[in-house]
């Protein structure tokens, strides 16, 4: 499960990305996320963010996402262009 919220102008948020235990190691999490910010994209919102866990954040920095220099739970998600 995905799933983003949009103030449909600029900016996205990402939600509750879940996949069943059973599942995880498969791409799955990875599809859904990157299937996500191409339809972002196609919408011309470019800035996407997200919270993650520690335990988390190699997953979504290995798609390119960046961890807050604050050290919030926030990550960011930049077009690369």
Do not use: H
Request: glycine residues 8%; contains cysteine.
């Amino acid at each position: 499960m995905c799933r983003a919220t949009s103030d449909q102008a600029y900016n996205a948020t990402i939600w509750d990305v879940i996949v069943d235990p059973s599942y995880q190691g498969q791409g799955l999490g990875k599809a859904f996320v990157q299937k996500l910010i191409r339809a972002l994209l196609q919408r011309d919102i470019a800035n996407v963010t997200l919270f993650a866990e520690s335990k988390v954040v190699n997953f979504y920095k290995n798609m390119g996402f960046e961890a807050d220099p604050e050290g919030i739970k926030g990550m960011f998600w930049y077009p690369p262009f």
